[in-house]
């Protein structure tokens, strides 16, 4: 019986200790700043337009294509009169959140650095109640990164 | 005891199911049992419910993009499992990788291990009786060390951190003080479950003599890992083909000599233990330096060959075998998996006991359902 | 025949025995959830996490919630099941439970009841609802269900021997002072047993008998280690596996029923109840709602170390539940009941009875190690089965 005396002894010294756990939602874990959530893209703040030009490299290296993109004519290009250098852009964007398997390939891959994976909770807390509504399109990939909340981490 | 029943009673045997939903958390596994009283007379597992054709998958991605896939056939131990798949892409494309990236993953390997051994004593804890406490212990040990792969991978589970010829990136600043503390934090956790369960007359009682197998029963079934090591043969992967920088570091295997649950989980509580001491030595030979090879293709393409690949995952031999004819995606990849080969004794260390041993025997051959259904 | 209830005089017997009535079964029903809430509070402190938090204050509304959820649940019944063995079977576990309410000694006169013989009555009454669990499980039509139910038949009969030895080789050795100034000893009525320990509990001169009591008290109780009927991985409900609902409750309600009933007993039998050390009859008295605190308190340590056992122990196997009751626990149960009768027999000094009751505790840890280390006795056929099954 000294063995089960023993484990009491255990589970009584657990008793003394403070509790782990953390009450969500109320409390959140800082995240850190590699934290891979689901992809988002970036907005140029000097020029007002996106960083994608929509060139379908990441839509290519996707393992479970879950990217759609179509480019369009930059209307902001300087053969315009406009400040931009891009002399293509993105027109429509979609990913599919419920198929993403957040490898992180297409900010491997993109030229432009115009994709990142988000590192705050907005990303992890995308429940939805229609399976549909997790196709993001253009407007909602480029909302967190508008309102400026984005501070993405970029490997060396 | 049981007592035989006498001759003139006609007993039937009873057929029970336990079933793909089981309350023991060891993922969809089904086996139909047929018991006469409370002896198990017959054993027939059903596996398949877990299957995603992850090695199909894997013929349509090329070289990075399988990584993915890989660690979710393993998902305890999801850095063993991309292990394996990278090293078969530079055996077969003959990619040098440098001294650093092997370092810090044999490093992450060994934690992976860590958590993965602790994922087996909260879930065979749970087996036994025990109402929650060891699982509730080996989840705030897992906290920890999951909380550090974030912190280096961004990922809490599906890391694909490893790349042909090295990492995908390099670690944080502060990765060897992170790695003491963890370690630290999985030595009290041993130190709890130590004293919680070994030293205790019921758990003692339940699983010694239980669910035994020989050692030459063991090697005819191909077994590997701990579950092999607790029969008394001294195979570990790490020390009969070292592979990484295993050969530099200083161990032995750990065995035991009864073959039984028991000794079974022995061999995995010291293993932790074993771990933590393997990653002090890493630690103290990891030297600033690069972490993938100076050229390094945009798109791998491979020549033609063939290679297989084994590395001593958490749950035995994990082993990857590769065909690649040309271009950038193997022809075939087939996963050879630790706990198929070692499921197969689950009958013959299962027969002859009673129904309670039988569900104890299932937990410590420690299976993830991911790697045997791929 | 009138009596005085509450400084009322000249109530009629059968009113004040309805009066005592209701407000036990009030106080229990408060009692037993505050006991469900508290049980999940404390195992979760011994897991080191919170336990419920979210429903009322600090989650104290978690019992009601979980009330209202079981009323509120569809009542199925299995269309093969046998109607009157189904029906039945909670009430013959709930109400043997409630009746044992009657004899229990909360403080002096604040019990339903004082009989003559209110431990045999305890016993006779908590030895009933087996013939319920079997029913349970036999009417289930529920391969599971009956397995559970002749698990725990088994146990039942299996523990309440060492139980019933215990509760007499504590009745055997009772001082009851007699009216003449001469003390008779032996008494099976709980307040005279309370009563004889003004001075030093039970537990001092009977040490061994208060753990036998102990496991054999988790055993009836079908609490951990020997909730095989309730909780193993396969019969994951046991006899209870087809039941839903209001009567799922009932069978729950009886389960902390009992435990309150057996704490209540514990702190009466063994720790002195509301005599030690507040004393008895006499003007220095603590008053009644000090003694009614204490009872509490000497309850609740009972109750924690129930808790406390759930929490770190793991679960016995049928065969070796029954080895450990038959083998080990009734012998020592059966020496202590000689060694009390020798010494009530030639007088010796109750110190004598102190010592053996340490020897005894270190007895049974030596048994249950030699038991444990000896060799596992597999099935007859096992061996055969093995050969068959390569």
């Given at each position: 019986?000294?063995?089960?005396?023993?484990?009491?002894?255990?589970?009584?010294?657990?008793?003394?200790?403070?509790?782990?756990?953390?009450?969500?939602?109320?409390?959140?874990?800082?995240?850190?700043?590699?934290?891979?959530?689901?992809?988002l893209?970036?907005?140029?703040?000097?020029?007002?337009?996106?960083?994608?030009?929509?060139?379908?490299?990441?839509?290519?290296a996707?393992?479970?294509?879950?990217?759609?993109?179509?480019?369009?004519?930059?209307?902001?290009?300087?053969?315009?009169?406009?400040?931009?250098?891009?002399?293509?852009?993105?027109?429509?964007?979609?990913?599919?959140?419920?198929?993403?398997?957040?490898?992180?390939?297409?900010?491997?891959?993109?030229?432009?650095?115009?994709i990142?994976?988000?590192?705050?909770?907005?990303?992890?807390?995308?429940?939805?109640?229609?399976?549909?509504?997790?196709?993001?399109?253009?407007?909602?990939?480029?909302?967190?990164?508008?309102?400026?909340?984005?501070?993405?981490?970029?490997?060396? | 005891?049981?007592?035989?029943?006498?001759?003139?009673?006609?007993t039937?045997?009873?057929?029970?199911?336990?079933?793909?939903?089981?309350?023991?958390?060891?993922?969809v596994?089904?086996?139909?049992?047929?018991?006469?009283?409370?002896?198990?007379?017959?054993?027939?597992?059903?596996?398949?419910y877990?299957?995603?054709?992850?090695?199909?998958l894997?013929?349509?991605?090329?070289?990075?993009?399988?990584?993915g896939?890989?660690?979710?056939?393993?998902?305890?131990?999801?850095?063993?499992?991309?292990?394996?798949?990278?090293?078969?892409?530079?055996?077969?494309?003959?990619?040098?990788?440098?001294?650093r990236?092997?370092?810090?993953?044999?490093?992450?390997?060994?934690?992976?291990?860590?958590?993965?051994?602790?994922?087996?004593?909260?879930?065979?804890?749970?087996?036994?009786?025990?109402?929650?406490?060891?699982?509730?212990?080996?989840?705030?040990?897992?906290?920890?060390?999951?909380?550090?792969?974030?912190?280096?991978?961004?990922?809490?589970?599906?890391?694909a951190?490893?790349?042909?010829?090295g990492?995908?990136?390099?670690?944080?600043?502060?990765?060897?003080?992170r790695?003491?503390?963890?370690?630290?934090?999985?030595?009290?956790?041993?130190?709890?479950?130590?004293?919680?369960?070994?030293?205790?007359?019921?758990f003692?009682?339940?699983?010694?003599?239980?669910?035994?197998?020989?050692?030459?029963?063991?090697?005819?079934?191909g077994?590997?890992?701990?579950?092999?090591?607790?029969s008394?043969?001294?195979?570990?992967?790490?020390?009969?083909?070292?592979?990484?920088?295993?050969?530099?570091?200083?161990?032995?295997?750990i065995?035991?000599?009864?073959?039984?649950?028991?000794?079974?989980?022995?061999?995995?509580?010291?293993?932790?233990?074993?771990?933590?001491?393997?990653?002090?030595?890493?630690?103290?030979?990891?030297?600033?330096?690069?972490?993938?090879?100076?050229?390094?293709?945009?798109?791998?393409?491979?020549?033609?060959?063939?290679?297989?690949?084994?590395?001593?995952?958490?749950?035995?031999?994990?082993?990857?075998?590769?065909?690649?004819?040309g271009?950038?995606?193997?022809?075939?990849?087939?996963?050879?998996?630790?706990?198929?080969?070692?499921?197969?004794?689950?009958?013959?260390?299962?027969?002859?006991?009673?129904?309670?041993?039988?569900?104890?025997?299932?937990?410590?051959?420690?299976?993830?359902?991911?790697?045997?259904?791929? | 025949?009138?009596?005085?209830?509450?400084?009322?005089?000249?109530?009629?017997?059968?009113?004040?025995?309805?009066?005592?009535?209701?407000?036990?079964?009030?106080?229990?029903?408060?009692?037993?959830?505050?006991?469900?809430?508290g049980?999940?509070?404390?195992?979760?402190?011994?897991?080191?996490?919170?336990?419920?938090?979210?429903?009322?204050?600090?989650?104290?509304?978690?019992?009601?919630?979980?009330?209202?959820?079981?009323?509120?649940?569809?009542d199925?019944?299995?269309?093969?099941?046998?109607?009157?063995?189904?029906?039945l079977?909670?009430?013959?576990?709930?109400?043997?439970?409630?009746?044992?309410?009657?004899?229990?000694?909360?403080?002096?006169?604040?019990?339903?009841?004082?009989?003559?013989?209110?431990?045999?009555?305890?016993?006779?009454?908590?030895?009933?609802?087996?013939?319920?669990?079997?029913?349970?499980?036999?009417?289930?039509?529920?391969?599971?269900?009956?397995?559970?139910?002749?698990?725990?038949?088994?146990?039942?009969?299996?523990?309440?021997?060492?139980?019933?030895?215990?509760?007499?080789?504590?009745?055997m050795?009772?001082?009851?002072p007699?009216?003449?100034?001469?003390?008779?000893?032996?008494?099976?009525?709980?307040?005279?047993?309370?009563?004889?320990?003004?001075?030093?509990?039970?537990?001092?001169?009977?040490?061994?008998?208060?753990?036998?009591?102990?496991?054999?008290?988790?055993?009836?109780?079908?609490?951990?280690?020997?909730?095989?009927?309730?909780?193993?991985?396969?019969?994951?409900?046991?006899?209870?596996?087809?039941?839903?609902?209001?009567r799922?409750?009932?069978?729950?309600?009886?389960?902390?029923?009992a435990?309150?009933?057996?704490?209540?007993?514990?702190?009466?039998?063994?720790?002195?109840?509301?005599?030690?050390?507040?004393?008895?009859?006499?003007?220095?008295?603590?008053?009644?709602?000090?003694?009614?605190?204490?009872?509490?308190?000497?309850?609740?340590?009972?109750?924690f170390?129930?808790?406390?056992?759930?929490?770190?122990?793991?679960?016995?196997?049928?065969?070796?539940?029954?080895?450990?009751?038959?083998?080990?626990?009734?012998?020592?149960?059966?020496?202590?009941?000689?060694?009390?009768?020798?010494?009530?027999?030639?007088?010796?000094?109750?110190?004598?009875?102190?010592?053996?009751?340490?020897?005894?505790?270190?007895?049974?840890?030596?048994?249950?190690?030699?038991?444990?280390?000896?060799?596992?006795q597999?099935?007859?056929?096992?061996?055969?089965?093995?050969?068959?099954?390569?």
């Open positions: 019986m000294k063995g089960i005396l023993k484990s009491m002894m255990v589970t009584a010294s657990t008793f003394a200790r403070k509790p782990v756990t953390r009450e969500y939602p109320e409390s959140h874990r800082e995240l850190p700043e590699r934290d891979r959530a689901f992809p893209l970036l907005w140029d703040e000097d020029i007002n337009e996106p960083f994608c030009t929509g060139c379908h490299a990441c839509e290519r996707c393992p479970v294509e879950c990217m759609t993109v179509i480019m369009k004519d930059n209307p902001n290009h300087t053969a315009h009169d406009g400040p931009s250098k891009r002399r293509k852009i993105i027109d429509s964007f979609y990913i599919d959140y419920g198929r993403c398997m957040r490898c992180n390939i297409c900010v491997e891959v993109c030229n432009f650095e115009a990142a994976m988000n590192n705050t909770w907005q990303g992890h807390e995308t429940s939805v109640y229609d399976r549909s509504d997790l196709v993001m399109d253009l407007p909602q990939l480029l909302a967190e990164s508008k309102a400026g909340e984005i501070q993405e981490w970029v490997a060396e | 005891m049981v007592v035989e029943a006498p001759s003139e009673f006609e039937q045997d009873l057929l029970i199911n336990v079933g793909p939903q089981h309350p023991s958390t060891h993922g596994f089904r086996m139909v049992l047929e018991i006469d009283g409370e002896v198990v007379k017959d054993l027939v597992p059903y596996i398949g877990l299957h995603r054709g992850a090695e199909k894997c013929e349509n991605n090329d070289f990075r993009q399988g990584i896939y890989m660690d979710r056939t393993e998902y305890l131990a999801a850095h063993n499992a991309e292990l394996s798949y990278v090293m078969a892409v530079e055996a077969l494309g003959e990619i040098e990788v440098p001294e990236a092997q370092w810090i993953r044999m490093i992450l390997c060994e934690l992976n291990r860590i958590s993965s051994h602790f994922m087996f004593l909260g879930a065979f804890g749970i087996d036994v009786g025990v109402f929650g406490t060891p699982f509730i212990y080996a989840w705030r040990e897992r906290e920890t060390i999951i909380d550090l792969f974030e912190e280096i991978s961004g990922d809490r589970m599906m890391y951190y490893f790349r042909a010829g990492l995908a990136w390099e670690v944080p600043a502060n990765f060897e003080n790695v003491r503390e963890v370690l630290a934090s999985a030595q009290q956790g041993v130190k709890d479950f130590d004293g919680l369960l070994t030293e205790n007359e019921i003692i009682a339940r699983t010694k003599g239980v669910g035994f197998i020989s050692a030459e029963d063991a090697i005819e079934m077994m590997s890992g701990p579950t092999i090591r607790a008394g043969v001294p195979l570990d992967i790490r020390k009969t083909e070292p592979y990484l920088f295993y050969d530099q570091l200083d161990f032995e295997p065995t035991a000599n009864g073959g039984d649950v028991f000794d079974r989980y022995i061999v995995r509580l010291q293993e932790i233990s074993q771990s933590i001491d393997l990653i002090g030595q890493c630690l103290e030979r990891l030297q600033p330096g690069p972490i993938t090879p100076e050229r390094m293709p945009r798109m791998l393409r491979l020549p033609e060959g063939e290679a297989y690949i084994r590395t001593e995952a958490p749950r035995g031999e994990y082993g990857v075998y590769m065909v690649s004819k271009g950038n995606k193997p022809h075939r990849l087939k996963v050879r998996s630790a706990c198929l080969s070692n499921l197969q004794a689950l009958k013959q260390m299962s027969v002859g006991q009673y129904v309670a041993d039988a569900i104890i025997i299932l937990g410590s051959i420690d299976i993830v359902l991911s790697e045997v259904d791929r | 025949m009138s009596t005085e209830i509450f400084g009322i005089e000249n109530v009629n017997v059968w009113v004040d025995g309805l009066i005592r009535v209701l407000l036990i079964v009030g106080f229990m029903t408060v009692v037993v959830m505050g006991l469900i809430y049980e999940r509070k404390i195992l979760a402190r011994f897991q080191q996490r919170l336990g419920p938090t979210r429903t009322g204050p600090m989650g104290l509304l978690q019992s009601v919630a979980d009330a209202l959820k079981l009323v509120g649940k569809e199925l019944r299995p269309r093969n099941a046998d109607p009157w063995t189904f029906e079977a909670p009430y013959l576990v709930f109400v043997p439970v409630f009746l044992g309410f009657v004899i229990v000694p909360f403080v002096l006169d604040w019990q339903i009841r004082i009989l003559e013989l209110g431990l045999l009555y305890f016993v006779a009454i908590t030895g009933v609802n087996i013939v319920g669990w079997i029913m349970a499980g036999w009417g289930s039509d529920n391969r599971y269900a009956m397995i559970g139910g002749m698990r725990a038949a088994a146990q039942g009969i299996s523990y309440e021997l060492p139980l019933v030895l215990a509760l007499v080789s504590v009745a050795v009772v001082e009851v007699l009216a003449d100034g001469e003390v008779a000893r032996g008494s099976l009525n709980l307040n005279e047993i309370v009563a004889s320990q003004h001075e030093v509990p039970n537990i001092v001169w009977q040490p061994l008998v208060v753990v036998v009591f102990f496991i054999a008290g988790l055993a009836e109780l079908n609490r951990t280690p020997f909730d095989i009927p309730v909780g193993e991985s396969e019969v994951v409900g046991g006899p209870f596996v087809e039941y839903s609902g209001i799922w409750s009932m069978f729950f309600l009886a389960e902390y029923a435990l309150l009933i057996m704490s209540l007993l514990f702190a009466a039998v063994f720790l002195g109840g509301w005599a030690w050390p507040a004393g008895i009859f006499t003007d220095e008295d603590w008053p009644r709602w000090a003694q009614a605190l204490l009872v509490a308190g000497k309850a609740s340590i009972f109750v170390m129930v808790f406390w056992v759930r929490a770190s122990v793991p679960r016995l196997r049928i065969d070796q539940l029954m080895g450990f009751s038959w083998k080990i626990l009734l012998p020592l149960m059966l020496a202590q009941v000689m060694v009390n009768g020798l010494v009530l027999v030639y007088d010796w000094p109750e110190i004598i009875l102190t010592v053996v009751g340490l020897i005894g505790i270190v007895a049974l840890f030596a048994m249950v190690d030699r038991a444990v280390r000896q060799p596992r597999r099935p007859a056929s096992a061996a055969q089965l093995q050969s068959e099954a390569v």
